[in-house]
């Protein structure tokens, strides 16, 4: 069992940036892989980012990749998700979601593939 707790959310104006935190349980954080989706009103949830268990490779969505930064630490048992040049569209509850099981590069991109999940942490836009 792996809880997740993010935190870092809040209200931010367009073209700011904001950093959020996901912090971990358990020893196994640093052989998990780790992910970043969000949600805003009426909409489906969508990745965000993705990152291996060690760091060394990491997945974005297209249309954020540049703009956002996925992160870990596993000393702290945390990841991290930068956002900079944000835009209102970014505005949307973000995620934090544990991968324990294998998969290709592909499997990221996919919330099925995430067993665990956070609470969310809001982030909002004024333009």
């Known amino acids: 069992q792996v809880q997740l707790v993010e935190s870092g959310g809040g209200l931010v104006q367009a073209g700011g940036s904001l950093s959020l935190s996901c912090a971990a349980s358990?020893?196994?954080?640093?052989?998990?892989?780790m992910g970043w989706f969000r949600q805003a009103p009426g909409k489906e949830r969508e990745f965000v980012a993705g990152?291996?268990?060690?760091?060394?490779?990491?997945y974005y969505s297209d249309s954020l990749k540049g703009r956002f930064t996925i992160s870990r630490d596993n000393a702290k048992n945390t990841v991290y998700l930068q956002m900079n040049s944000l835009k209102s569209e970014d505005a949307a509850a973000y995620f934090c979601?544990?991968?324990?099981?294998?998969?290709?590069?592909?499997?990221?991109?996919?919330?099925?593939?995430?067993?665990?999940w956070g609470q969310g942490a809001q982030v909002s836009v004024s333009s």
């Open positions: 979601a544990c991968k324990t099981r294998g998969g290709g590069s592909s499997s990221y991109y996919t919330s099925a593939s995430y067993a665990y």
């Open positions: 358990g020893r196994a954080f640093s052989t998990y892989a």
């Open positions: 990152i291996i268990f060690d760091g060394e490779l990491t």
